[in-house]
Nanobody, 120 residues
Framework: QVQLTESGGGLVQPGGSLTLSCASS????????MGWYREAPGKQRELVAT???????NYADFVRGRFTISRDNEKDTVFLQMNTLQHEDTAVYYC??????????????WGKGTLVTVSS
């Protein structure tokens, strides 16, 4: 199973910026899709952004225009650049890797998460 390690979380003021990174133990060139999800207190885990092996991206409506997902294939790392952060963006952010599993469909791997706190 692929292992994912997130970093970059922390405390930031409203309107500020933060960049998260996720290092993969597998070559991300062979992974179908990498993504970021978040889980706020009392809320279900929700999709933030994804990027597939061809570089195509997908964003949740509430972050589109503010967040940017990218990947560095040479470093097997994906990033989430977060701008204009708001209080409601406070959550634990999880890295996701979706891999093909042959006739079994796909397999999702998750990092342990990194906490982002937006507060004055």
């Amino acid at each position: 199973q692929v292992q994912l390690t997130e970093s970059g979380g922390g405390l930031v003021q409203p309107g500020g910026s933060l960049t998260l990174s996720c290092a993969s133990s597998w070559s991300i060139r062979t992974i179908l899709s990498m993504g970021w999800y978040r889980e706020a207190p009392g809320k279900q885990r929700e999709l933030v952004a994804t990027i597939n092996s061809r570089g195509n991206t997908n964003y949740a409506d509430f972050v589109r225009g503010r967040f940017t997902i990218s990947r560095d294939n040479e470093k097997d790392t994906v990033f989430l650049q977060m701008n204009t952060l708001q209080h409601e963006d406070t959550a634990v952010y999880y890295c996701n890797a979706r891999s093909g599993a042959g006739g079994y469909g796909v397999i999702d791997a998750w990092g342990k998460g990194t906490l982002v706190t937006v507060s004055s």
